[in-house]
């Protein structure tokens, strides 16, 4: 008998590390030699808000809310810190521009955090033909520069740059290579502007995702099981989700076939059991989960003697 699981996980410690990256790139940042005052309280702000969501990491239990919140924060201080750390720290565009600017009246460094490249535009396009450089203004212009189209040469800049970003990640190859064939299709600023904080919520959202894959096999370690293949990876662009399967096997030649995603769901098909043993397996599995805690919801379970991926791959479907 053999039976498939689909369910949904939330670690609230896999967040240390997001936190951490967040920490160092803030350093960076925090070096940056013509940060004035104003821009140096957004920093600091980043600063207490990454405080915050480790100050949630660390309580035995956070409600639903605080859940939905944490989520919500580290997509914002996220898309702020990859912003500013790649094109303040990285790239420099933002110091190439800064002779430009004449004016405290506009903090450089929120409008950068928040709309990214496109700030960048908007500013040089306000410098350029002499419009006085303020919020109003700034505010006024970039949705019609976000319209116009890119000469080809910026374009090939920011794509390069986003091409980089992707090849110094921790991203493994195979995502690589489709990240980087999406961004090299990209011909929109609207679509461009986002692309530093996008390629930095998928290298967090690996590295979360493949922590989880550690606690896994380790958990079924010490119920004799071991790695028998290489975890593949995928990039789902429809689900704009990362995917990993891999399988383990034991003694007794049971074979357990998992597929995780970035959206917190994991599925896993236990095969090659005699009788309802695999159902021990499984009770076992999601208890020494929760001892680690680990919250786990069951999704769905499908109960078959003879396994049919065609069908499996039908039934299951994840639940954001």
Same mark, same amino acid.
């Given at each position: 008998?053999?039976? $498939?699981?689909?369910?949904?996980?939330?670690?609230?410690?896999?967040?240390?590390?997001?936190?951490?990256?967040?920490?160092?790139?803030?350093?960076?940042?925090?070096?940056?030699?013509?940060?004035?005052?104003?821009?140096?309280?957004?920093?600091?702000?980043?600063? !207490?808000?990454?405080?915050?969501?480790?100050?949630?990491?660390?309580?035995? *239990?956070?409600?639903?809310?605080?859940?939905?919140?944490?989520?919500?924060?580290?997509?914002?201080?996220?898309?702020?810190?990859?912003?500013?750390?790649?094109?303040?720290?990285?790239?420099?565009?933002?110091?190439?521009?800064?002779?430009?600017? !004449?004016?405290?009246?506009?903090?450089?460094?929120?409008?950068?955090?928040?709309?990214?490249?496109?700030?960048?535009? $908007?500013?040089?396009?306000?410098?350029? !033909?002499?419009?006085?450089?303020?919020?109003?203004?700034? %505010?006024? *212009?970039?949705?019609?520069?976000?319209?116009?189209?890119?000469?080809?040469?910026?374009?090939?800049?920011?794509?390069?740059?986003?091409?980089?970003?992707?090849?110094?990640?921790?991203?493994?190859?195979?995502?690589?290579?489709?990240?980087?064939?999406?961004?090299?299709?990209?011909?929109?600023?609207?679509?461009?502007?986002?692309?530093?904080?996008?390629?930095?919520?998928?290298?967090?959202?690996?590295?979360?995702?493949?922590?989880?894959?550690?606690?896994?096999?380790?958990?079924?370690?010490?119920?004799?099981?071991?790695?028998?293949?290489?975890?593949?990876?995928?990039?789902?662009?429809?689900?704009?989700?990362?995917?990993?399967?891999? %399988?383990?096997?034991?003694?007794?030649?049971? $074979?357990?076939?998992?597929?995780?995603?970035?959206?917190?769901?994991?599925?896993?098909?236990?095969?090659?059991?005699?009788?309802?043993?695999?159902?021990?397996?499984?009770?076992?599995?999601?208890?020494?989960?929760?001892?680690?805690?680990?919250?786990?919801?069951?999704? !769905?379970?499908?109960?078959?003697?003879? *396994?049919?991926?065609?069908?499996?791959?039908?039934?299951? $479907? *994840?639940?954001?």
């Amino acid at each position: 008998m053999s039976h $498939t699981i689909v369910l949904s996980y939330h670690d609230k410690q896999l967040y240390k590390s997001t936190c951490d990256n967040f920490t160092n790139k803030i350093k960076e940042i925090q070096k940056c030699e013509y940060i004035n005052q104003n821009e140096r309280e957004i920093v600091n702000d980043l600063e !207490n808000n990454v405080q915050t969501i480790l100050n949630i990491i660390k309580r035995n *239990y956070i409600s639903e809310g605080e859940k939905v919140q944490l989520l919500s924060s580290v997509s914002s201080i996220e898309k702020q810190i990859a912003n500013l750390y790649n094109i303040v720290v990285k790239s420099n565009k933002l110091n190439s521009i800064i002779e430009k600017i !004449n004016t405290s009246e506009i903090n450089k460094f929120d409008l950068v955090s928040k709309h990214g490249v496109l700030a960048i535009e $908007t500013i040089e396009y306000l410098t350029k !033909n002499n419009i006085m450089l303020t919020n109003e203004n700034f %505010n006024k *212009y970039i949705e019609k520069i976000g319209n116009e189209k890119l000469e080809e040469e910026k374009l090939n800049e920011y794509i390069n740059n986003s091409i980089e970003q992707i090849r110094n990640s921790l991203i493994p190859d195979a995502i690589k290579i489709d990240l980087i064939n999406i961004v090299r299709n990209q011909k929109d600023i609207n679509l461009i502007k986002d692309n530093f904080a996008v390629i930095e919520s998928k290298e967090n959202e690996y590295l979360r995702l493949n922590e989880f894959m550690k606690k896994l096999i380790e958990t079924l370690g010490k119920q004799g099981f071991k790695i028998n293949s290489k975890s593949v990876y995928k990039f789902n662009e429809n689900e704009n989700t990362i995917e990993c399967r891999f %399988n383990m096997v034991n003694s007794n030649n049971n $074979t357990v076939q998992f597929k995780l995603d970035s959206n917190n769901n994991f599925s896993y098909k236990l095969g090659n059991y005699v009788g309802h043993a695999c159902e021990k397996t499984t009770e076992k599995l999601i208890n020494d989960l929760k001892k680690l805690n680990i919250e786990i919801e069951v999704k !769905n379970i499908k109960r078959d003697y003879e *396994y049919n991926e065609r069908e499996m791959e039908k039934e299951i $479907t *994840y639940n954001k």
